[in-house]
């Protein structure tokens, strides 16, 4: 008897994919949170950012859940652009969608203090 190739699909495989975000905050935000994956990937980069935002280790993912931390953190990858790139690259993201991430997440969080350069 010859064993069928085709299994039968599970429900995981077969269900919808989350919906899609089309809130340009929350996109921001994963953003946000996507560059704070990348700066706490180097140790160095890391040390940086701890000791310039006074933030801990121990409460960086508290912090993570404050939208004005997280312009922080957009702010802290924007002002370097050796660091944009590197972060826009292993995130798959043009370093022009970091730069309106920090736009969109600012204008949300009523921030004056930042203005894009326009060519």
Same mark, same amino acid.
């Given at each position: 008897?010859?064993?069928?190739?085709?299994?039968?699909?599970?429900?995981?495989?077969?269900?919808?994919?989350?919906?899609?975000?089309?809130?340009?905050?929350?996109?921001?935000?994963?953003?946000a949170i996507q560059?704070?994956?990348?700066?706490? &990937?180097?140790?160095?980069?890391?040390?940086?950012?701890?000791?310039?935002?006074?933030? &801990?280790?121990?409460?960086?993912?508290?912090?993570?859940?404050?939208?004005?931390?997280?312009?922080?953190?957009?702010?802290?990858?924007?002002?370097?652009?050796?660091?944009?790139?590197?972060?826009?690259?292993?995130?798959?993201?043009?370093?022009?969608?970091?730069?309106?991430?920090?736009?969109?997440? &600012?204008?949300?969080? &009523?921030?004056?203090?930042?203005?894009?350069?326009?060519?």
């Amino acid at each position: 008897m010859m064993q069928s190739r085709h299994r039968k699909l599970t429900e995981r495989q077969t269900a919808p994919l989350k919906k899609p975000v089309h809130n340009p905050r929350e996109v921001a935000e994963i953003v946000a949170i996507q560059a704070l994956s990348f700066v706490a &990937g180097d140790p160095e980069r890391l040390g940086l950012f701890l000791a310039e935002t006074g933030v &801990g280790p121990e409460t960086l993912r508290n912090a993570a859940a404050d939208p004005n931390f997280l312009l922080n953190v957009l702010d802290f990858v924007l002002r370097d652009d050796a660091t944009v790139k590197a972060f826009a690259t292993a995130s798959e993201l043009h370093p022009t969608n970091v730069a309106a991430a920090r736009q969109v997440l &600012g204008d949300a969080l &009523g921030d004056p203090s930042w203005e894009r350069d326009v060519p």
